[in-house]
């Protein structure tokens, strides 16, 4: 079955960078994607990754897929405070639609 | 673009009340999903459309939850005789519906608590 699993807590010095991790169960797993979320507010995407890839980079954010391992991981250069969120991974099986989540990765940047 | 939007954004209810949620995708989008999210977890996926078809169901929706989406435009979510187990965030999402490449993008979610 699918099972999505993260690291609960993650904490960090601003302008270190930080490294959010990852794994899945679901060999099929296609789409990968890592989703932001504020306290009180919806899910903002942040990025994401298809399998025929092993990284992806996109501004201070690179995306890093080991499929043989199914481990997924997200790491954010320069963290800031405005960073402080909570992070999930959310995985999608081709020919369905559904998401996928873990149950997040919380980010806590200090000044 | 405005994004997803969702409305009411809180939504206090008593036990066996019903209650309906609204959902307004992004505009054009032909996809429309919708998610619940418990405390601490992340979200679960309850249901989707395309256009105005149900296409997928979770087993997480219950009869005493229905969704419809008659235009292939908003949506609606009803819960009916609400239970305390139904406090959650319930959370809309829209894609294009022209690729099988394509990303969700959510809305800020209504947040329900049964009393």
């Known amino acids: 079955g699918e099972d999505v699993e993260q690291s609960l807590f993650l904490s960090v010095r601003e302008g270190d960078s930080s490294v959010i991790n990852c794994t899945y169960t679901?060999?099929?797993?296609?789409?990968l994607y890592w989703y932001k979320q504020e306290p009180g507010a919806g899910l903002q995407l942040l990025t994401y990754?298809?399998?025929?890839?092993d990284m992806k980079q996109d501004q201070r954010l690179t995306v890093l897929l080991n499929k043989k391992d199914k481990h997924l991981s997200l790491r954010i250069a320069d963290t800031q405070t405005g960073d402080s969120a909570i992070y999930f991974c959310a995985e999608r099986n081709t020919g369905f639609q559904k998401l996928v989540f873990g149950t997040g990765t919380r980010l806590l940047v200090s000044p | 673009d405005t994004g997803v939007s969702q409305n009411p954004r809180h939504k206090i209810t008593k036990r066996g009340q019903n209650v309906t949620f609204r959902c307004d995708p992004i505009s054009e989008h032909n996809r429309l999903y919708w998610y619940r999210q418990t405390l601490g977890q992340g979200p679960e996926f309850l249901t989707y459309f395309q256009n105005e078809a149900q296409l997928e169901k979770s087993r997480l929706l219950s009869d005493r939850f229905s969704a419809e989406r008659p235009k292939g435009s908003f949506s609606t979510l009803e819960i009916q005789r609400t239970e305390q187990g139904d406090s959650a965030m319930y959370l809309c999402a829209s894609s294009p519906g022209l690729d099988k490449r394509e990303t969700q993008y959510f809305g800020p979610g209504t947040r329900l608590l049964v009393l």
């Open positions: 990754i298809f399998s025929n890839m």
């Open positions: 679901d060999s099929s797993s296609t789409y």
